[in-house]
Each structure stands twice: as structure tokens, then as C-alpha cells.
T-cell receptor, first 116, second 111 residues
Framework: NAGVMQNPRHLVRRRGQEARLRCSPV?????VYWYRQLPEEGLKFMVY????????ESGMPKERFSAEFPKEGPSILRIQQVVRGDSAAYFC??????????????FGPGTRLLVL | KQEVTQIPAALSVPEGENLVLNCSFT??????LQWFRQDPGKGLTSLLL?????REQTSGRLNASLDKSSGRSTLYIAASQPGDSATYLC??????????FGQGTTLQVKP
């Protein structure tokens, strides 16, 4: 039973480029959460998605960031026109179909984004 | 707005000691509280999850308690080992299931 998979594990981008981060949840999980860990800071919630729906995006920056979780395929976190301040570790977590309120969230290994 | 605080920020102990990590939160309306472990450069591993109706959970040498009324949780580690060295994170589950994390306690267990 494979866990949460994220790719790439490391991503280097130059300022102004696009970063695309992928997350495949645990098989059978339909709830996906994205978190960001800035250097020397704690983990911060970004967005919560179910299949084809954004449920809570209260932690997403208003510009340049978007997320999707299509019916088929992985969840994607997209960052357009990256800036140095976007350098961070981005973690994806998934939970079973009952939702994350009472269930453990299973975390992926993260994607470490470095913007030059 | 829910805020989660962990004390201490860092802790260094000799092998074999029992230790307690503290977590406090400002809003008692929680669904659950989780303790995670994070190793450098790695993801998070869930250690214990306490539902809002529970008072404690145990797994091996770990015991976590929850006191909603006072907004506190503790993680007790018995007979610490060098392999326990990591950052320990406390997280509260909010109304949509999103987790609100504390800043973590970095633990070093010296042989």
C-alpha cells in the first residue's frame, strides 16, 4: 500500500518561471491538503481539495498560486512567476473519504523548491 | 483564530531520560490533536492522534494527553533513545480538517 507520493522531490527554478508540484494521495483517499514550510518557520496550511473541488483555500496567496485535484491523476500545485520568497518545502497530505476532521492525515516526503 | 504554541523550542537530554513536550492552543473547539515527528529534510510521520472526546493515547514508549478545557496537550517519551532525535510537531484539526501546526520542539538525545 503505497503512501503519499510527491514529485519532484527537489525543484530548482529561476525567478519568473513556473513551478508545478505533483501529489498522488494514498490509494482510495479523496481528500488532499497542501502545506508550506518556509525556512525557519512552521508548517502553514495552504489549500484543501476533494476530487474536482476546492474546499478551503484560505491559506493560498491571492496571486500566482493555484491548485487542482482532477477526477483522474494527481493533485497539482502550480506557482506562476516564482520569486525567491517562494523557496520552501511543500508538503501534500491525504486522508480517507470521511475527511480529515477526525482522521489522520498522511504526509508525503515533500517537494523542496529553490528559486534562484 | 486558533494559535498553537510548543514549549520548549529545543531540548537536549541524555539517553534514557523520560521527557515531556508541551503544546498549547487558544481555541478549545477542536476535532482532534495530532503529534508528528519530522526528521531533517524529510516528511512528517504521525505518532499519535487524540480525538476531541479522548483524554490520552499511547503507542509504545509514547503517551499523549489532551486537556481541552485548559487548551493543553503533552507528549511523554519514556526511556529516550538517540533514534528519538527529531523535531516533534503538534497540530490541531480545524473545522475543514486543515491542520494548524505549532513551531515544533527539536529534540536531541545524546548517547
Amino acid at each position: 500500500n503505497a503512501g503519499v507520493m510527491q514529485n519532484p522531490r527537489h525543484l530548482v527554478r529561476r525567478r519568473g518561471q513556473e513551478a508545478r508540484l505533483r501529489c498522488s494521495p494514498v490509494k482510495g483517499h479523496s481528500h488532499v491538503y497542501w502545506y508550506r514550510q518556509l525556512p525557519e518557520e512552521g508548517l502553514k496550511f495552504m489549500v484543501y481539495l476533494q476530487k474536482e473541488n476546492i474546499i478551503d483555500e484560505s491559506g493560498m496567496p491571492k496571486e500566482r498560486f493555484s491548485a487542482e485535484f482532477p477526477k483522474e491523476g494527481p493533485s497539482i500545485l502550480r506557482i506562476q512567476q516564482v520569486v525567491r520568497g517562494d523557496s520552501a518545502a511543500y508538503f501534500c497530505a491525504s486522508s480517507p473519504s470521511t475527511g480529515g476532521k477526525k482522521e489522520t492525515q498522511y504526509f508525503g516526503p515533500g517537494t523542496r523548491l529553490l528559486v534562484l | 483564530k486558533q494559535e498553537v504554541t510548543q514549549i520548549p523550542a529545543a531540548l537536549s537530554v541524555p539517553e534514557g531520560e523520560n521527557l515531556v513536550l508541551n503544546c498549547s492552543f487558544t481555541d478549545s473547539a477542536i476535532y482532534n490533536l495530532q503529534w508528528f515527528r519530522q526528521d531533517p529534510g524529510k516528511g512528517l510521520t504521525s505518532l499519535l492522534l487524540i480525538q476531541s472526546s479522548q483524554r490520552e493515547q499511547t503507542s509504545g514508549r509514547l503517551n499523549a494527553s489532551l486537556d481541552k478545557s485548559s487548551g493543553r496537550s503533552t507528549l511523554y517519551i519514556a526511556a529516550s533513545q538517540p533514534g528519538d532525535s527529531a523535531t516533534y510537531l503538534c497540530a490541531i484539526s480545524g473545522n475543514t480538517g486543515k491542520l494548524i501546526f505549532g513551531q515544533g520542539t527539536t529534540l536531541q538525545v545524546k548517547p
